[in-house]
């Protein structure tokens, strides 16, 4: 698993052992940022399920503010810091070890990019888009990401927010929200 470009190109980045993190894989993840790539420089991005930390990681490769992690496992958390240090991005990131719910409700900042890549099939990707919309934690003109299994059906969200186009790999499937000003 390796930064795909910007300032930190070619990082390999640790990852955790076991089945319980499934990072994204490499083709998905330069369609990602393919998708995205005119929306992050600048930008305070929110990566909710961080996992290894590699999106939000590519995220300041590229040239984002600043880069909030949460993680609910400590171990999960712990990996994240120590592959933000690799790549040199301390001074540009925050990582929370706490569940995504209470991180949601209880932030007082906006985000312009939020990364939802939670286990797949665990209903946690619905609650948390609900969750974000409900309390607005996008900025405006800002966008979400969502990665989830090809044949999970997301929903509309209320205004501002509009759903946008799915984008199909396989059996995965990226879907954007956009939040209108």
Do not use: W
């Amino acid at each position: 698993m390796r930064v795909i470009t910007g300032t930190a190109r070619g990082r390999k980045l640790k990852e955790l052992q076991g089945m319980e993190t499934r990072p994204t894989t490499d083709k998905v993840k330069e369609s990602l940022f393919n998708i995205i790539q005119f929306d992050i420089e600048g930008r305070r991005v929110l990566d909710l399920f961080g996992g290894t930390g590699q999106l939000g990681i590519e995220c300041l490769s590229r040239g984002a503010a600043h880069c909030t992690f949460v993680d609910i496992r400590k171990e999960a958390a712990a990996l994240i810091r120590d592959n933000v240090a690799l790549c040199g991005f301390t001074d540009r990131a925050r990582v929370v070890q706490g569940d995504y719910l209470s991180f949601l409700t209880g932030s007082r900042e906006k985000f312009d990019l939020i990364l939802l890549d939670p286990p797949y099939a665990s209903g946690l990707l619905e609650k948390a888009l609900e969750t974000a919309a409900g309390i607005d934690i996008l900025s405006e003109n800002g966008i979400m990401v969502c990665e989830s299994a090809a044949e999970t059906a997301l929903p509309a969200l209320s205004m501002p927010y509009r759903k946008g186009k799915d984008y199909r790999y396989g059996k995965i499937k990226l879907t954007v929200y956009h939040r209108d000003a």
